[in-house]
């Protein structure tokens, strides 16, 4: 069989075997004289540096290389064609594509993917925008949510647990930060429906498990669950990552954060040095983070709870003290947190939804 032209590989998903997509050019196979349809000798399969990129479609040079008379494995990946010559099975090393080597990120997988590797449960990360005291920048509670949830991820992956990180809300609720500028709220209300509509959206794509992975102590969660219980096929979870590790904090840390504290920059160190800022002394350009009591003993004992007028609160919005933050400290933080939801979204993803799920 001679004649036709392999001219367009789609490689659909990188890091494990896949069927690629062939496109016979029949204007250039007409060019060349050759009659499209027909089978020439497949092209030796290309190194990734003689492939020209475009996403994650990946075109084969204008210029063939000679015909291969086997299966021709390097470096890049392996091809296997058939007695035809046509090139029906390829592998490629996901080390060759770090962004397609990332499957779980909804943000950077493409419909050629999701179509045929359907996930099994998502995660929802929630952040916030609002001031870190004098140090932090305004989205750290985004950047803890996309990489401590990406983290967990990535690791639930590797064990075989289908799950789909979606993108960050990088809004949360902010009506008690709003005397400070450029706090970005969203009501309580108004976060809810927007949540709702993405729940609703996943039990649409016939996912039925959620993880909500909240990174913001004004965002309010429970309520929703309580909520849509009964009214949504979906199984939904509330992770509260700071919760999560509490027993563990004074392990790593020597002063409690509530907010910008050692926690908080300790993970920002770790991630994002540059964003956070120091005198030229080199200590952080931060106050001490001490917070002011009410005048009432029981609201400061806890007996009756308020939403706590920030500015009051605090001197620069910070509460707790950073000034003991290391990105060592950060790491260990974001591996313990990583591990223990990623144990979890392992589970369950292999949790079957029968009459007495979770129990
Ligand atoms: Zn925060």
């Known amino acids: 069989m001679i004649g036709c032209l392999h001219r367009t590989v789609k490689l659909r998903k990188m890091g494990e075997l896949v069927q690629p997509t062939f496109r016979v050019d029949a204007a ?10 027909a089978a020439t000798p497949p092209p030796a399969w290309p190194k990734k540096k003689d492939l020209a990129s475009a996403g994650h479609v990946y075109v084969y040079p204008d210029a063939m290389p000679a015909a291969v008379a086997a299966p021709a494995p390097t470096e890049a990946g392996a091809a296997v064609y058939d007695e035809g010559g046509f090139c029906s099975l390829l592998s490629w090393s996901p080390a060759l594509d770090p962004i397609a080597a990332k499957p779980w990120r909804l943000a950077e997988v493409a419909y050629g993917y999701v179509k045929e590797h359907p996930y099994e449960l998502a995660v929802l990360p929630l952040g916030a925008t609002e001031p870190h005291n004098l140090h932090l920048p305004y989205g750290t ?46 009501n309580p209300s108004t976060l809810h429906l927007v949540i709702r509509d993405l729940v609703d959206s996943l039990a649409h794509h016939g996912i039925r498990k959620v993880v909500l992975f909240n990174s913001h102590g004004g965002n309010d969660l429970k309520p929703l669950l309580r909520e849509l219980y009964g009214k949504t096929p979906v199984h939904l979870f509330l992770f509260n990552w700071y919760h999560a590790v509490r027993d563990a904090y004074h392990q790593i840390f020597e002063h409690a954060d509530d907010h910008a504290g050692e926690a908080e920059t300790s993970l920002l160190l770790a991630w994002r040095p540059e964003l956070v800022l120091r005198r030229p002394d080199g200590t952080l350009a931060a106050d001490e983070g001490a917070t002011l009591p009410t005048r009432f003993e029981a609201i400061n004992r806890g007996w009756v709870n308020i939403t706590r007028p920030w500015h009051l609160l605090t001197t620069n919005s910070g509460a707790g003290n950073p000034h003991a933050a290391t990105a060592e400290k950060g790491r260990r933080l974001a591996a313990l947190v990583a591990e223990r939801l990623a144990a979890f979204l392992v589970e369950l993803s292999h949790a079957t939804l029968d009459e007495r799920f979770p129990f």
């Open 141 to 186: 509670d985004t950047f803890e949510a996309e990489h401590l949830s990406d983290e967990a991820c990535r690791a639930a992956w590797e064990r075989g647990a289908r799950v789909v990180l979606l993108p960050a809300i990088p809004y949360g609720t902010e009506t008690n930060q709003m005397a400070f500028p450029l706090a970005m709220n969203l």
């Open 28 to 37: 250039a196979c007409q060019a060349r004289g050759l009659q499209a349809g």
